[in-house]
């Protein structure tokens, strides 16, 4: 076998001590067949391993690449993870391991991973995690290496160009993934139409982010998005995704806890902190929020993110963006102090960059549509949970939009749903803040004027169930959007449920939308606003009022308004079924 021969080249003296060695720093958990054995073995399971991009496959960890460009770009793989500029970018993190015992094996090992080309600290994590050697309780995170991509382009893709495949995941114009990752000044212009293709994850920029931050950053040209469907089998029960956003598919708070979700032992790494986070949800909030960054989990930031040309995203099932196919606790908004200073990177100087203040904005959408539900001219919003037996986190990490602005190309654009849940700005929001209700002001009075939201040149939206100008459906996040099984029962004392709620009730302040003539919403629930508003406040001043602008048609089934189709008061425990 290819191990047997690896040994013998080793020699049986060097080889017999070395796995004696072994065996008695592992305490026989592993011997030299078995290191070898896992060696080659560790990047068996990992998607990124065929990553391909123009100018790299994979960044990883504490990486800088700075001042680069990418000309008349073709990319083409038939492995999945595939970018204009890089396949895949991931941070890394550093744990110090409890066990002084396991220091020498350890130190070894991070020897023999340092001489091998393209392992690194990941890997010997996932080695340790594979052989058995560690348990992750054992693990103690104590950094977070992000890759920094700044000041990077892609400029021209060939005639015909697409990205991605029918056939393969992650498919985006400048990254197929980004983990952890921070593009700041990056772009994507081409004066040749191309196309983003993928079957779970498509966008723009991004084909899907993960605790993920983009600041001015750019996408120009006539862009085609599109996510053709992958089936998947959860709990027994068969679902198609399909992720397209005009910038990325998907944004949300980690790798481990929902895009790469049983795809690593990594997964397994949540557990070793879910002890300490139990107690310092509810003790300490900003440690508690400070420890899930060095394991990679916080929200992805769009900050001053800029799209302008002829976009037309679909997907073939659920989730189709204009700007994010699924945001969860995503915050999308004005690259300025108060949002760049939450980031830790930067109120930290680990990361140098002076913010630009700029909106982000839409110019040129031309439609978005979703086969199956969530379509819209922006895309959805839920609060970010964690998943896998880690305490929910929805009251750290709602969705926040503000300093937005969304245009349509000249005859307007318009946002279908085959289902449920179109609108020309958000398909369905669950929780979270939108304008100057934006978490990062002190209060609505004291953010800027800039931070307003405003939808323009709207021409139709239109759904089975639930389209609005704005909102197809708002609602209050319950319980399962925030938390698990263990977190709610945590929750259920009055003052504790009471704090929660805040967070999980959608507010709009100074958001507007406005059509072209003869612009129309239809839907069993249709309204010039909002579909279904289940709950949520919406509050504009005095000097422009105007929630809906030139709106000429509004056609429901059951129910239609022209502010809302239905407006009910959403309580805590219908909307979660408690």
């Known amino acids: 076998s290819l191990i047997s021969g690896l040994l013998g080249v080793l020699g049986g003296v060097v080889g017999g001590l070395l796995s004696t060695l072994l065996e008695i720093l592992t305490g026989g958990l592993l011997d030299l067949d078995g290191l070898v054995e896992n060696l080659l073995n560790v990047?068996?399971?990992?998607?990124?391993?065929?990553?391909?991009?123009?100018?790299?496959?994979?960044?990883?960890?504490?990486?800088?690449?700075?001042?680069?460009?990418?000309?008349?770009?073709?990319?083409?793989?038939?492995a999945q993870m595939n970018g204009g500029f890089a396949?895949?970018?991931?941070?890394?993190?550093?744990?110090?391991?409890?066990?002084?015992?396991?220091?020498?094996?350890?130190?070894?090992?991070?020897?023999?991973?340092?001489?091998?080309?393209?392992?690194?600290?990941?890997?010997?994590?996932?080695?340790l995690l594979d052989s058995n050697i560690i348990k992750a309780d054992a693990l103690i995170p104590v950094d977070y290496l992000n890759p920094v991509i700044s000041h990077c382009s892609v400029f021209n893709f060939a005639k015909g160009g697409v990205i991605g495949s029918v056939n393969n995941d992650y498919a985006g114009g400048f990254a197929g993934v980004m983990v952890g990752a921070i593009a700041q000044e990056c772009s994507v212009e081409s004066a040749n139409p191309y196309t983003v293709t993928g079957r779970l994850y498509a966008g723009g920029f991004a084909g899907a982010m993960a605790n993920s931050y983009a600041v001015d950053a750019a996408v120009e040209g006539a862009v085609s998005v599109s996510a053709t469907g992958h089936e998947e089998e959860h709990d027994?029960?068969?679902?198609?995704?399909?992720?397209?956003?005009?910038?990325?598919?998907?944004?949300?708070?980690g790798w481990a806890t929902d895009l790469g979700q049983g795809e690593s032992k990594n997964s397994d790494l949540l557990t070793g902190v879910n002890g300490l986070l139990t107690g310092l949800l509810t003790s300490d909030p900003e440690a508690a929020q400070n420890l899930l960054s060095l394991v990679g989990v916080e929200e992805s930031k769009l900050l001053g993110v800029q799209m302008k040309g002829d976009f037309t995203m679909h997907s073939s099932n659920d989730f189709a963006g204009g700007m994010v196919g699924r945001g969860d606790g995503v915050v999308i908004a004005a690259s300025d102090a108060p949002h760049m200073s939450d980031i830790k990177l930067w109120s930290q100087k680990t990361v140098s960059y002076e913010a630009s203040g700029r909106g982000c904005s839409i110019d040129g959408l031309r439609s978005v549509s979703a086969d199956g539900s969530y379509a819209g001219g922006l895309g959805t919003a839920s609060v970010g949970g964690v998943l896998n037996t880690t305490i929910g986190l929805g009251g750290y990490l709602p969705f926040n939009v503000s300093s937005l602005t969304v245009s349509g190309v000249a005859g307007g654009f318009a946002v279908t749903a085959g289902d449920a849940c179109a609108a020309g700005g958000v398909g369905k929001a669950t929780g979270g803040k939108v304008g100057r209700a934006d978490d990062a002001y002190e209060s609505a009075a004291s953010a800027p004027d800039t931070s307003v939201v405003s939808i323009s040149s709207i021409k139709n939206v239109s759904a089975k169930n639930n389209a609005g100008g704005f909102v197809g459906v708002s609602r209050t996040g319950g319980l399962a959007d925030v938390a698990d099984e263990a977190a709610i029962k945590g929750l259920l004392p009055a003052n504790n449920l009471l704090n929660a709620v805040g967070y999980m009730i959608p507010s709009y302040s100074n958001v507007d939308v406005s059509y072209i003539n003869g612009g129309a919403v239809s839907a069993d629930m249709a309204g010039g606003f909002a579909g279904d508003f289940q709950s949520g406040t919406v509050e504009n001043p005095e000097g422009s009022p105007?929630?809906?602008?030139?709106?000429?048609?509004?056609?429901?089934?059951?129910?239609?308004?022209?502010?809302?189709?239905?407006?009910?008061?959403?309580?805590?425990?219908?909307?979660?079924g408690a």
């Open 236 to 253: 027994g029960k068969r679902s198609i995704k399909a992720l397209a956003g005009g910038f990325t598919g998907a944004a949300t708070v």
């Open 546 to 576: 105007w929630a809906v602008y030139n709106i000429a048609q509004i056609t429901g089934g059951s129910y239609a308004g022209g502010f809302g189709g239905k407006v009910t008061s959403g309580a805590l425990a219908a909307a979660d």
């Open 87 to 127: 396949g895949y970018a991931q941070g890394d993190t550093r744990y110090d391991i409890v066990s002084d015992l396991l220091g020498s094996i350890v130190d070894l090992l991070t020897n023999l991973l340092n001489i091998i080309p393209g392992l690194g600290l990941g890997d010997l994590i996932t080695l």
């Open 43 to 78: 990047r068996a399971a990992d998607p990124s391993s065929l990553a391909t991009g123009a100018f790299a496959g994979r960044v990883v960890g504490d990486v800088e690449v700075s001042g680069c460009e990418v000309h008349e770009a073709k990319v083409s793989s038939v």
